[in-house]
């Protein structure tokens, strides 16, 4: 079996009652078959306490005001105080590391669900690494009967050159994520084509040194080839925070603090949008907001792609990786806005002393990356854990005619 992990993987610890936000309140928690086996089965005062805290009909453990009910005031479990660690269901014992299953492969990542997950992927400031290693354990074969291994293959091709694009640092966060997308869409059709085979010229063409060039050349004829269309990337956000409003809420506080985000971004119109977001830019947020999107595009990419193989829907991946990184960057934009953070390069030249402009960017620095984190990690809470929610906004991207090539690409260029 191989296994693969990014390079930060085991910085991860759990800081259980110090955690600003524990995993163990605000969603439902669900319950492995084998561990509700277990519970049933627990005797005496505490599996009295653990069979009362257990919705049965759910699978789930009950909640009492938004918190798992056997979470103590100190923010701790009693599960694991008394029972033991090995009595945890798996979504307590795993989280927050998420596996992706292959033939013969073991996809491990951390979900920046948690706060502190999300901290050491937004805090990486080199480009993250993913490692392998093997060992000798079988696959059972019966589970993987109809894996396409020559698809599989091709997808972590094509992943790895995507990671390799979304992390070129000589051109701008946007223009990488406009270069990955054309090279999804041209890989979907052929996997749509059946012309597998064509894939590796493609990712020859996409490791070209002139790959900009040709992709400008490329759109250009797109367009030309189609009836214009208005698109901007204020329409493009409004569609998108459309399909964000469309799923299931899992944090009771997230339908107010997404509306609050709204009204911030959208509601006075495409001009204003415009404005805010060139203040944003030139602001101190803007250097920062390169970093963040290559760790997003990155984590998404790497999370999600290479499951096309169970839907060969690789465009449909890529798509939704960025429509979360776009999101995220207007999102962060909003609540910049909504802290005041409106410091701009001749507000931090005007300041009196160099020592009180350098304290305060250490600050803004510090504050920045607390506030980016909780941003992030509540929007992958309600994004990542839901199933239903995934597929629902894969599936926007894939149906959807505002979610074209040309719409994505236009906003992209825009600034
Ligand atoms: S959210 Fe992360 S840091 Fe907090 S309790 Fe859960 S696993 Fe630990």
């Known amino acids: 079996m191989l296994y693969t992990y990014p390079h930060y993987y085991k910085k991860f610890q759990c800081t259980a009652s110090e955690c600003e936000d524990t995993c163990c309140a605000g969603w439902e928690i669900m319950i492995d078959k084998k561990s509700l086996e277990k519970y049933k089965k627990a005797e005496g005062l505490f599996g009295n306490r653990l069979h009362n805290s257990i919705n049965w009909r759910e699978g789930s453990f009950s909640q009492y005001h938004h918190r798992c009910a056997l979470l103590n005031e100190d923010n701790l479990c009693d599960l694991y105080t008394e029972m033991g660690p090995d009595s945890l269901c798996r979504t307590c014992r795993t989280y927050p590391r998420h596996i992706e299953e292959f033939d013969g492969v073991r996809e491990y990542s951390l979900c920046m669900s948690c706060m502190e997950v999300a901290k050491i992927v ?18 059972n074969e019966d589970a993987y009967e109809d894996f396409d291994f020559f698809l599989y293959t091709k997808l972590t091709d094509a992943r790895e050159r995507l990671l390799e694009i979304l992390q070129d640092r000589t051109l701008s966060a946007h223009v990488r994520m406009e270069l990955g997308l054309a090279l999804a869409h041209d890989l979907q ?87 805010q ?63 005041g953070r409106h410091s701009n390069q001749d507000e931090q030249d005007n300041r009196d002393s160099q020592d009180s402009q350098n304290n305060q960017n250490n600050q803004n620095n510090r504050d920045a990356e607390i506030w980016l984190a909780d941003l992030v990690h509540r929007f992958c809470r309600e994004v990542e854990h839901s199933e239903e929610n995934l597929n629902a906004l894969e599936d926007a991207m894939t149906k959807r005619a505002e979610f074209g090539i040309l719409s994505w690409m236009e906003a992209l260029e825009e600034e």
């Open 122 to 139: 937004l805090g990486t400031k080199e480009t993250v690494r993913f490692l392998s290693k093997e060992d000798e354990r079988e696959e």
């Open 189 to 275: 059709r052929r996997i749509r084509d059946g012309k597998l085979y064509e894939v590796d010229a493609i990712l020859e063409r996409f490791g070209k040194r002139e790959r900009v060039e040709i992709l400008r050349r490329n759109l250009e004829r797109k367009r030309e080839s189609q009836e214009s269309s208005e698109t901007s990337r204020y329409a493009l956000m409004c569609a998108l925070y459309e399909e964000l409003e469309k799923l299931e809420p899992l944090h009771h506080h997230w339908p107010d603090h997404r509306a609050k985000m709204k009204t911030t971004l959208y509601e006075n119109g495409k001009s204003e949008y415009d404005r």
């Open 277 to 339: 977001r060139r203040e944003f830019l030139a602001s101190e947020m803007g250097e920062r907001v390169e970093l963040f999107l290559e760790q997003l595009m990155v984590y998404f990419v790497f999370t999600y792609f290479c499951g096309a193989v169970y839907n060969e829907n690789a465009y449909g991946k890529y798509k939704f990786s960025l429509a979360c990184t776009m999101l995220l960057e207007d999102m962060a934009q909003a609540v910049w806005v909504q802290r």
